[in-house]
């Protein structure tokens, strides 16, 4: 069952104050760069932590200007609702341009064959959807959450990641990059994936986001739902999860780590209800976010690998 | 509020950035460096390890992975050689970056590769390092590639050079020897072109001995173990006076209640900005003052070395990208120069030759550079200057560039920040040269 929750923690216990600072410049600078050099960037904005956080710089960056931007949302169908919610709400109080890439319709039109069975997860279908949207509005970078702290395929990527005219990530031919000189030239056809949190890990991105006092939606705070267990991963009932054979629903007091497609994305037990509380349940965590949370990335050892060589986030 | 929001809007929120606490720490950022097998994998796992910075389902994952690559025990170096083909080879080809954190401070460590070919790549992750820790095999001692890395190193601007003398229990914990390789490496940094303080530490990465907790195996050393020193280590902070901003974009909003915004977005390189300080827009030379400082979108009233601010200027002064705002009385102020001479790093196949033209990002400036001399290249393991008439990927050599337009040039050695730039390849776009600024010259060819 679920840990009482601890103590309300002090703002500054976990990371240095400075430190924050520093990666605060630091991302401010690199969207500043690559918006100034590239001629249509885009941000990713899935409704998840890490790309409010990004977004959240980014308006800080061009203050008192709008944001010179749109941003994206590939949506797989699979949704957390309060998720859709925040979303809309934050484009509008934010006074956003909102771009909605549609994987059902890449599945309609032909684009993808979604795979089907009680565990088939639209995750890998849209990195197709993304590369379709990409080119579609002939935008020539895309801004990413994706932070090198995540998974050792992430940890590998350039703060300015390259991607041919497919689309793809080529490990072993990343540009170099010395200092903060970034080199943002590239042919017509071909784009680039920015990642401004490269150098962020969890526990920065809870320390900002208490900070700066960034939205967020519910489901990343602690509240009743109805999930089953499988794989030692709490799953939501009643979206795109269909119960298999003996398998019982319960309600738990959970909250999410990370959001992505529901079909995939695990909750964890948790009575933090509070920024302080997560901070405090992120400082002793022992297991990594996607390692909670993620069936997709637990699949094989090179799974982010082979999706990012895709043109995945 | 609304049912799906947490937290309050932007507008309302008022957050300043945190006042500088000299209690506090500054980020270290640690590259390792040295041959291939040296051990620099292993050591960023076990700092990772011993620091209880490894999350369970990552050393779940590593366990696995070292069964099947027939590793007889945890091969911590899994942790940071993340691609499937560094895996299935045991090497590391691309650099990887880690994050820990100790009471004391952060780190952001980058584990770069120790094989030649991937040079470039070691490149990447020892420029943006405070510190070099270049591990040496005990049982080797310094090979060509711990003067090769040292060399790039030092060049690339690491304030320190650690070197773990490594597989210390593979020699029997022998002073003599460890002692032997310290002295040589200290010889050969100290007669670099940019030669930093080096330190040196006998340690087993493999079985943790003085990385975490001082070894016993080791009483002769007196020294702490790796983590404590880089605990301490002082970082220095630029501060050199005469504040630079490298403009990357004019801030202007379009309508609504800022229509009459003028600002000048980038990044204070060195020094202290301050409202009412006289500024020169370079490489016009008109002359204003700051009017107004924003950084994270919120007044302030001062900023300095590495914040991301916004800047008024009291006058209506022309300011574009690539200019250069620069504050005060520096004591070496930078030249507007069309001809420079420059150390540069080689990173792709082609070779640079005499005529070869290339893009070149200097701050925020961007413009072609065209090769007009190759003075030499450095003998990486001698330190000789060879005469020669091309630089071929990984060697480092002096070249002399003409610019298609100026740029506000400083000397790499007084300035760090605006005395560096990268080529950049035009037929690929890939990044193919890191250079520092030598001098500022006419084309004058040394006989």
């Given at each position: 069952m679920s840990q009482p929750a601890p103590t309300t923690p002090a703002f500054d216990d976990y990371v240095s104050p400075v430190h924050l600072d520093e990666l605060t410049d630091e991302a401010i600078t690199i969207i500043r760069e690559v918006a100034t050099e590239c001629e249509n960037p885009v941000l990713l904005f899935s409704g998840g932590k890490d790309s409010a956080v990004l977004l959240h710089l980014a308006r800080l960056a061009f203050a008192p200007a709008r944001l010179p931007f749109p941003v994206m949302h590939v949506d797989t169908g699979h949704n957390f609702a309060e998720v859709i919610d925040y979303r809309d709400r934050l484009v509008k109080d934010w006074n956003v341009r909102l771009v909605i890439a549609s994987v059902q319709e890449s599945i309609d039109s032909g684009r993808v064959v979604e795979d089907v069975g009680p565990r088939a997860s639209r995750n890998r279908l849209q990195s197709v959807t993304l590369l379709d949207a990409l080119a579609e509005h002939g935008f020539d970078a895309a801004f990413g959450g994706g932070r090198r702290d995540e998974d050792k395929a992430r940890a590998k990527e350039r703060i300015l990641s390259f991607r041919d005219r497919q689309g793809r990530w080529d490990p072993r031919q990343q540009r170099p990059e010395p200092w903060a000189l970034l080199n943002p030239r590239i042919r017509k056809g071909e784009h680039l994936r920015a990642f401004p949190l490269s150098n962020w890990t969890e526990l920065d991105i809870w320390q900002y986001i208490a900070r700066h006092d960034v939205p967020l939606p519910t489901i990343y705070f602690s509240h009743t739902r109805t999930v089953v267990e499988r794989d030692g991963m709490l799953l939501a009932v009643g979206g795109p999860v269909a119960l298999e054979a003996g398998e019982q629903p319960f309600d738990e007091v959970v909250r999410y780590r990370t959001v992505g497609d529901a079909s995939c994305t695990g909750a964890i037990r948790s009575a933090a209800s509070t920024l302080g509380h997560i901070l405090a349940e992120t400082a002793a965590a022992r297991i990594t976010e996607r390692g909670a949370t993620r069936a997709d990335d637990t699949f094989s050892e090179s799974a982010m690998e082979d999706r990012k060589r895709e043109g995945y986030f | 509020m609304d049912s799906s929001m947490v937290g309050t809007d932007l507008r309302s929120a008022s957050v300043a950035p945190s006042e500088p606490d000299t209690a506090v720490r500054t980020t270290l950022r640690i590259a390792t460096a040295g041959s291939v097998d040296d051990g620099k994998s292993t050591l960023i796992g076990r700092l990772l390890h011993d620091t209880k910075t490894v999350f369970e389902d990552q050393l779940k994952a590593v366990e696995k992975a070292s069964r099947r690559y027939g590793d007889g025990e945890t091969n911590l170096a899994l942790l940071t050689d993340g691609l499937r083909a560094e895996r299935e080879q045991g090497i590391t080809i691309d650099v990887a970056h880690r994050y820990f954190t100790t009471p004391l401070r952060s780190f952001i460590v980058a584990d770069t590769p120790g094989h030649a070919q991937y040079t470039r790549n070691m490149v990447t992750g020892a420029s943006t390092s405070d510190i070099a820790i270049v591990l040496v095999d005990a049982r080797h001692g310094v090979v060509d590639q711990t003067r090769r890395h040292s060399l790039i190193a030092t060049m690339l601007g690491v304030e320190a050079i650690v070197v773990?003398?490594?597989?210390m229990d593979l020699v029997g914990w022998d002073q003599a020897e460890y002692e032997r390789i310290s002295k040589e490496v200290h010889a050969f940094v100290d007669g670099l072109p940019h030669p930093v303080p080096v330190f040196s530490i006998p340690m087993s990465a493999l079985l943790g001995d003085n990385v975490v907790a001082t070894s016993t195996n080791t009483p002769w050393y007196d020294g702490p173990p790796l983590l404590t020193f880089l605990e301490q280590f002082d970082a220095s902070v630029?501060?050199?006076p005469g504040a630079r901003v490298h403009v990357q974009r004019v801030i202007r909003p379009q309508g609504g209640d800022h229509a009459d915004f003028r600002g000048y977005a980038g990044v204070v390189a060195a020094g202290t900005l301050t409202i009412g300080e006289p500024i020169t827009v370079l490489p016009s030379g008109r002359t204003t003052k700051v009017s107004g400082l924003h950084r994270w979108g919120q007044p302030v009233a001062d900023a300095g070395a590495g914040h991301a601010v916004v800047v008024e200027l009291a006058d209506d002064v022309d300011v574009a990208r690539g200019d250069v705002l620069v504050a005060g009385d520096a004591t070496h102020p930078p030249e507007v120069a069309e001809d420079i001479v420059i150390d540069v790093c080689w990173m792709i196949d082609q070779p640079l030759l005499v005529g070869t033209r290339h893009w070149f990002k200097h701050g925020t400036r961007t413009g072609h550079a065209t090769v007009t001399a190759i003075e030499h290249r450095y003998d990486l393991v001698s330190l000789e200057h060879e005469p020669t008439d091309e630089l071929v990927l990984n060697d480092i050599g002096r070249v002399h560039l003409r610019l298609s337009e100026p740029i506000v040039a400083d000397l790499y050695r007084h300035h760090a920040e605006g005395g560096r730039l990268i080529l950049i390849d035009a037929a690929s776009n890939t990044t193919a040269g890191a250079a520092m600024i030598a001098a500022i010259s006419a084309w004058s060819p040394e006989i």
């Amino acid at each position: 069952m679920s840990q009482p929750a601890p103590t309300t923690p002090a703002f500054d216990d976990y990371v240095s104050p400075v430190h924050l600072d520093e990666l605060t410049d630091e991302a401010i600078t690199i969207i500043r760069e690559v918006a100034t050099e590239c001629e249509n960037p885009v941000l990713l904005f899935s409704g998840g932590k890490d790309s409010a956080v990004l977004l959240h710089l980014a308006r800080l960056a061009f203050a008192p200007a709008r944001l010179p931007f749109p941003v994206m949302h590939v949506d797989t169908g699979h949704n957390f609702a309060e998720v859709i919610d925040y979303r809309d709400r934050l484009v509008k109080d934010w006074n956003v341009r909102l771009v909605i890439a549609s994987v059902q319709e890449s599945i309609d039109s032909g684009r993808v064959v979604e795979d089907v069975g009680p565990r088939a997860s639209r995750n890998r279908l849209q990195s197709v959807t993304l590369l379709d949207a990409l080119a579609e509005h002939g935008f020539d970078a895309a801004f990413g959450g994706g932070r090198r702290d995540e998974d050792k395929a992430r940890a590998k990527e350039r703060i300015l990641s390259f991607r041919d005219r497919q689309g793809r990530w080529d490990p072993r031919q990343q540009r170099p990059e010395p200092w903060a000189l970034l080199n943002p030239r590239i042919r017509k056809g071909e784009h680039l994936r920015a990642f401004p949190l490269s150098n962020w890990t969890e526990l920065d991105i809870w320390q900002y986001i208490a900070r700066h006092d960034v939205p967020l939606p519910t489901i990343y705070f602690s509240h009743t739902r109805t999930v089953v267990e499988r794989d030692g991963m709490l799953l939501a009932v009643g979206g795109p999860v269909a119960l298999e054979a003996g398998e019982q629903p319960f309600d738990e007091v959970v909250r999410y780590r990370t959001v992505g497609d529901a079909s995939c994305t695990g909750a964890i037990r948790s009575a933090a209800s509070t920024l302080g509380h997560i901070l405090a349940e992120t400082a002793a965590a022992r297991i990594t976010e996607r390692g909670a949370t993620r069936a997709d990335d637990t699949f094989s050892e090179s799974a982010m690998e082979d999706r990012k060589r895709e043109g995945y986030f | 509020m609304d049912s799906s929001m947490v937290g309050t809007d932007l507008r309302s929120a008022s957050v300043a950035p945190s006042e500088p606490d000299t209690a506090v720490r500054t980020t270290l950022r640690i590259a390792t460096a040295g041959s291939v097998d040296d051990g620099k994998s292993t050591l960023i796992g076990r700092l990772l390890h011993d620091t209880k910075t490894v999350f369970e389902d990552q050393l779940k994952a590593v366990e696995k992975a070292s069964r099947r690559y027939g590793d007889g025990e945890t091969n911590l170096a899994l942790l940071t050689d993340g691609l499937r083909a560094e895996r299935e080879q045991g090497i590391t080809i691309d650099v990887a970056h880690r994050y820990f954190t100790t009471p004391l401070r952060s780190f952001i460590v980058a584990d770069t590769p120790g094989h030649a070919q991937y040079t470039r790549n070691m490149v990447t992750g020892a420029s943006t390092s405070d510190i070099a820790i270049v591990l040496v095999d005990a049982r080797h001692g310094v090979v060509d590639q711990t003067r090769r890395h040292s060399l790039i190193a030092t060049m690339l601007g690491v304030e320190a050079i650690v070197v773990a003398v490594n597989k210390m229990d593979l020699v029997g914990w022998d002073q003599a020897e460890y002692e032997r390789i310290s002295k040589e490496v200290h010889a050969f940094v100290d007669g670099l072109p940019h030669p930093v303080p080096v330190f040196s530490i006998p340690m087993s990465a493999l079985l943790g001995d003085n990385v975490v907790a001082t070894s016993t195996n080791t009483p002769w050393y007196d020294g702490p173990p790796l983590l404590t020193f880089l605990e301490q280590f002082d970082a220095s902070v630029e501060s050199l006076p005469g504040a630079r901003v490298h403009v990357q974009r004019v801030i202007r909003p379009q309508g609504g209640d800022h229509a009459d915004f003028r600002g000048y977005a980038g990044v204070v390189a060195a020094g202290t900005l301050t409202i009412g300080e006289p500024i020169t827009v370079l490489p016009s030379g008109r002359t204003t003052k700051v009017s107004g400082l924003h950084r994270w979108g919120q007044p302030v009233a001062d900023a300095g070395a590495g914040h991301a601010v916004v800047v008024e200027l009291a006058d209506d002064v022309d300011v574009a990208r690539g200019d250069v705002l620069v504050a005060g009385d520096a004591t070496h102020p930078p030249e507007v120069a069309e001809d420079i001479v420059i150390d540069v790093c080689w990173m792709i196949d082609q070779p640079l030759l005499v005529g070869t033209r290339h893009w070149f990002k200097h701050g925020t400036r961007t413009g072609h550079a065209t090769v007009t001399a190759i003075e030499h290249r450095y003998d990486l393991v001698s330190l000789e200057h060879e005469p020669t008439d091309e630089l071929v990927l990984n060697d480092i050599g002096r070249v002399h560039l003409r610019l298609s337009e100026p740029i506000v040039a400083d000397l790499y050695r007084h300035h760090a920040e605006g005395g560096r730039l990268i080529l950049i390849d035009a037929a690929s776009n890939t990044t193919a040269g890191a250079a520092m600024i030598a001098a500022i010259s006419a084309w004058s060819p040394e006989i």
